[in-house]
């Protein structure tokens, strides 16, 4: 997002500012829940987690990190959510 608003709820976005070289552990994946102000958005992990994020530390979510979103909001047969 590179500082700029975010304006399209559900839309799957990383928070850079999650992640980490050492230890290494890749950006929060999350979806858009609601945008608050020109630089704040309200996100929420495939789990449900909610978090804050700048929109400065947002970009959008590669192929490879919507796809893995997506499988792991789906429950496994058999699990009642």
Known sequence: MSGGTVSA?????????TASTSPPRPAWVGRVQMPLDGDR??????????WTA???????????ERTAYDAER???PGVRW
């Open 9 to 17: 709820q559900d839309a799957y976005l990383a928070d850079e500012s």
């Open 54 to 64: 700048r929109t400065a530390d947002l970009r959008p979510a590669t192929d490879v």
């Open 41 to 50: 958005a309200r996100m929420v992990t495939a789990r449900g987690a909610e």
């Open 74 to 76: 789906r429950p496994s």
